[in-house]
């Protein structure tokens, strides 16, 4: 699964949380359920059922696949507008295809991040490239949202191109876990990605029967999701297995263990991390706006169809001027 990885995690810098630190205990361990996004391409709602108080700053997570595609059945999204957060989007296996009508856009594959925020608003779309519509072949991937305050909401658009090599790459003591740090920092290692709301993105790879306890801010919430393998959670070995979200209370460090036996096309336990500083705002939120209100909302449409989050590029075969079809959750 993992593209980024390396041969002996001995070789990389050790995290452990510090003596005397707090253990945050799971609060609530719930299950995401499918659901088809963009053009049709399966998904996992990873943070559906958990009250947004738990999940602020973090808005909605996807994971997408794991899916082996045939010829001819890659999908993506079609054109659509974001404004009010910063999308995340984080490729395991595959490629993917971003352009927005901002000028920001690239090729992601193998452990790569785009990360594109939105502010005042843009169009962009997410699509496989041609070769593997004709070929077919593996894709699994995730998509974060993560919430912009008030003062950011209306920003500049920019686009983060984060290769995989350029995560920072830390292990366990033990070396049983490989810790890839996205975004953020993880006692003092700071990850690429460049954050308004300041929050903590890590992709964990722990062998069977190893277990990482990590420091944690603890003006952060803390939050695990499971992409793959069996393990438990909290120093109470709170069972969780794939598409399971883990909410954790408050405290200084959080722990992850695996089971000693994994599934048999799983070797480890792969798990999202993630923490973030609650923004503790009012929040309005309906399919691809993110606001504080029911006012901004109606602006933020209001400005789409009057074509002021941009122009979809005609090479693509829109007129200057038409806008694409709204998809909810997109």
Do not use: C
Not at 190 to 197: E, K, N, Y
Request: charged share 20%.
């Amino acid at each position: 699964m993992p593209a980024v990885t390396v041969e002996n995690p001995l070789t990389l810098p050790r995290v452990d949380a510090p003596t005397g630190a707090v253990p945050r205990r799971v609060l609530a361990v719930t299950t995401a359920p499918g659901g088809f996004e963009g053009e049709g391409f399966p998904v996992r709602r990873a943070f559906a059922g958990i009250n947004y108080r738990h999940l602020d700053p973090f808005i909605m997570m996807d994971q997408m696949g794991e899916v082996e595609y045939g010829v001819g059945e890659a999908k993506g999204t079609p054109w659509h507008p974001h404004r009010g957060f910063e999308t995340v989007t984080y490729l395991i296996d595959g490629t993917f295809v971003h352009q927005d009508s901002n000028g920001g856009g690239g090729t992601i594959r193998n452990g790569d991040t785009q990360w594109m925020t939105a502010g005042s608003g843009l169009l962009h779309i997410e699509a496989p490239p041609e070769h593997l519509v004709l070929s077919g072949g593996l894709f699994h991937g995730l998509q974060l949202w993560v919430n912009l305050p008030a003062k950011d909401k209306m920003m500049d658009p920019r686009y983060q191109d984060i290769r995989g090599g350029q995560v920072q790459l830390l292990t366990s003591p033990d070396g049983g876990a490989l810790l890839r740090v996205i975004a953020g920092e993880l006692d003092g290692h700071q990850g690429p990605g460049i954050t308004h709301t300041p929050i903590t993105m890590i992709h964990a790879t722990l062998r069977p029967g190893a277990e990482v306890t990590l420091p944690w801010r603890q003006d952060f919430n803390g939050l695990a999701y499971v992409l793959a393998g069996r393990g438990s959670v909290g120093t109470e070995r709170r069972p969780v297995h794939l598409g399971q979200t883990a909410v954790f209370g408050d405290g200084g460090s959080l722990t992850v263990r695996a089971d000693d036996k994994q599934d048999g096309h799983t070797p480890d336990l792969e798990i999202i991390l993630l923490g973030g500083r609650p923004i503790r705002e009012p929040m309005a939120h309906y399919g691809p706006f993110v606001m504080n209100s029911e006012a901004e909302l109606r602006q933020a449409f209001e400005d789409f169809q009057a074509g002021r989050l941009g122009r979809v590029p005609a090479v693509h075969g829109m007129q200057d001027g038409q806008g694409p079809e709204i998809t909810p959750g997109a």
